[in-house]
């Protein structure tokens, strides 16, 4: 197996029962040893929990152990729940407070300024663990600051080569996004910007004679670190997908095939929305496993799941019509008090304009996360009381707008983890029939 990162193995801490962890490692190959723990769990009905980007063993398990608490006390009497942790190779961000583990802005009072914490230093260093050279520099950098064009310049290259990405020019490879292939001072200024507007509290918006060589460049680092940020989420996208169309789905799908009557219900968090959502492309047509999909603060396209781009007619999302393989609804959970989806996930799916429009929000580039499902006609759009009162859809694609409950964080990801609610299980339970 390739690298595992963060040392997930087998869940404990967890108090619901039966739990077990499903652990992939980062070319979406399965630990046998948890796929059959899976396979063994007596149950009628197993929701199978993907985490997102900033997550470690230690808050995956929490987040999961949260989570699961209300579900017995929601569902019928003839649903026997399995719960199912779904483990891969994401990493935490210590200076990203998640709402109920950490106080938020602990990290800020200590001073750190742009330089890396120690717990951030150690998690790059699982997440890159052949890259340990160049994290050694890229912290020196950070915790220096200097003054100096050349320094940022070098900065920039360091993290191309984390990100993976060639340093070619973004209308030669539209995939790369531009904010790893533009100029660095101009993409530091803006993701400095951007900080501003998210409320990071050491975060200081760059006067613009400051990107002149030798003319204040020090308070530009803290884009830096935020360039830094981007390049591990940029390798944890991709990685999400992998793990979700190589990993977890033929998991399922081997697992549905010995267990005709299990009924399956994906929950994603993140980049864990990503996961369960690409699972579906190893669904095999006219298959009737999947019972439900619930994504919360989904970091990935809005237009996923459309037939046809509005600006672009002749391609469909990267999920085009796969909400059709769900016996089910695609319930896409969304809040406006997410800095991370908001702000952050368009800035660097793609930086094209003057700096106005590069903090202005490009419908082109918008989370899932951030407003709901876009372009699948009849997809309906409620609030999270209409659809808690009302219920959603037996089958397709709808968005809730969970902003009455998802609305507690810091900067610089606002809201994106503030996920554990009962309201939410309670959706999750009405999505896949399983009430009282």
Same mark, same amino acid.
């Given at each position: 197996?390739?690298?595992?990162?963060?040392?997930?193995?087998?869940?404990?801490?967890?108090?619901?029962?039966?739990?077990?962890?499903?652990?992939?490692?980062?070319?979406?190959?399965?630990?046998?040893?948890? @796929?059959?723990?899976?396979?063994?769990?007596?149950?009628?009905?197993?929701?199978?929990?993907?985490? %997102?980007?900033?997550?470690?063993?230690?808050?995956?398990?929490?987040?999961?152990?949260?989570?699961?608490?209300?579900?017995?006390?929601?569902?019928?009497?003839?649903?026997?729940? %399995?719960?199912?942790?779904?483990?891969?190779?994401?990493?935490?961000?210590?200076?990203?407070?998640?709402?109920? &583990?950490?106080?938020? $802005? /602990?990290?800020?009072?200590? $001073?750190?300024?742009?330089?890396?914490?120690?717990?951030?230093?150690?998690?790059?260093?699982?997440?890159?663990?052949?890259?340990?050279?160049?994290?050694?520099?890229?912290?020196?950098?950070?915790?220096?600051?200097?003054?100096?064009?050349?320094? &940022?310049?070098?900065?920039? /290259?360091?993290?191309?080569?984390?990100?993976?990405?060639? /340093?070619?020019?973004?209308?030669?490879?539209?995939?790369?996004?531009?904010?790893?292939?533009?100029?660095?001072?101009?993409?530091?200024?803006?993701?400095?910007?951007?900080?501003?507007?998210?409320? /990071?509290?050491?975060?200081?918006?760059?006067?613009?004679?400051?990107?002149?060589?030798?003319?204040?460049?020090?308070?530009?680092?803290?884009?830096?670190?935020?360039?830094?940020? @981007?390049?591990?989420?940029?390798?944890?996208?991709?990685?999400?997908?992998?793990?979700?169309?190589?990993?977890?789905?033929?998991?399922?799908? @081997?697992?549905?095939?010995?267990?005709?009557?299990?009924?399956?219900?994906?929950?994603?968090?993140?980049?864990?929305?990503?996961?369960?959502?690409?699972?579906?492309?190893?669904?095999?047509?006219?298959?009737?496993?999947?019972?439900?999909?619930?994504?919360?603060?989904?970091?990935?396209?809005?237009?996923?799941?459309?037939?046809?781009?509005?600006?672009?007619?002749?391609?469909?999302?990267?999920?085009?019509?796969?909400?059709?393989?769900?016996?089910?609804?695609?319930?896409?959970?969304?809040?406006?008090?997410?800095?991370?989806?908001?702000?952050?996930?368009?800035?660097?799916?793609?930086?094209? $304009?003057?700096?106005?429009?590069?903090?202005?929000?490009?419908?082109?580039?918008?989370?899932?996360?951030?407003?709901?499902? @876009?372009?699948?006609?009849?997809?309906?759009?409620?609030?999270?009381?209409?659809?808690?009162?009302?219920?959603?859809?037996?089958?397709?694609?709808?968005?809730?707008?969970?902003?009455?409950?998802?609305?507690?964080?810091?900067?610089?990801?606002?809201?994106?983890?503030?996920?554990?609610?009962?309201?939410?299980?309670?959706?999750?339970?009405?999505? $896949?029939?399983?009430?009282?």
């Amino acid at each position: 197996m390739a690298d595992v990162g963060g040392g997930f193995g087998i869940g404990v801490g967890v108090g619901v029962r039966p739990y077990a962890e499903l652990t992939f490692d980062s070319e979406g190959d399965v630990d046998r040893v948890t @796929q059959g723990a899976v396979s063994r769990m007596e149950a009628t009905d197993l929701l199978v929990f993907a985490h %997102g980007w900033n997550s470690d063993r230690s808050t995956a398990t929490r987040l999961y152990d949260r989570f699961f608490a209300p579900f017995e006390g929601l569902v019928g009497s003839g649903v026997r729940l %399995g719960y199912v942790g779904v483990v891969w190779p994401a990493m935490r961000f210590s200076d990203e407070p998640i709402p109920d &583990f950490d106080a938020p $802005g /602990a990290l800020a009072e200590l $001073g750190l300024g742009s330089a890396l914490d120690p717990l951030t230093r150690r998690a790059l260093g699982e997440f890159w663990p052949e890259r340990r050279a160049e994290l050694d520099r890229v912290a020196e950098l950070l915790a220096e600051r200097p003054d100096s064009a050349a320094a &940022f310049i070098e900065f920039g /290259a360091l993290v191309r080569e984390l990100a993976g990405v060639d /340093a070619v020019p973004a209308m030669v490879a539209p995939s790369v996004p531009a904010i790893f292939t533009d100029d660095v001072l101009e993409v530091c200024r803006t993701l400095c910007l951007a900080l501003v507007r998210a409320g /990071a509290p050491a975060a200081a918006a760059p006067e613009g004679p400051g990107l002149t060589v030798g003319g204040g460049l020090r308070g530009l680092w803290d884009g830096a670190k935020e360039l830094l940020r @981007q390049a591990a989420y940029y390798k944890m996208k991709k990685r999400a997908g992998v793990v979700g169309e190589r990993g977890l789905g033929p998991v399922l799908a @081997q697992l549905a095939a010995a267990r005709p009557a299990l009924r399956f219900h994906l929950i994603g968090h993140s980049f864990g929305a990503r996961v369960v959502s690409f699972s579906l492309r190893a669904v095999p047509d006219r298959a009737r496993y999947v019972k439900s999909v619930t994504l919360l603060q989904g970091a990935f396209s809005h237009y996923a799941f459309a037939d046809r781009l509005p600006h672009d007619k002749g391609n469909g999302g990267a999920l085009r019509g796969l909400q059709r393989r769900v016996d089910g609804p695609v319930v896409a959970c969304h809040s406006p008090y997410d800095s991370a989806l908001k702000i952050f996930y368009p800035l660097a799916s793609r930086m094209a $304009g003057d700096s106005a429009g590069l903090l202005g929000f490009d419908e082109r580039w918008g989370a899932i996360g951030h407003d709901g499902v @876009q372009a699948v006609p009849g997809a309906p759009r409620l609030t999270l009381d209409a659809a808690l009162r009302e219920g959603v859809p037996a089958a397709g694609c709808v968005s809730v707008d969970a902003g009455s409950v998802v609305r507690r964080g810091g900067a610089p990801s606002g809201a994106h983890s503030d996920i554990c609610h009962e309201e939410l299980a309670r959706l999750v339970v009405d999505a $896949g029939r399983m009430g009282r």
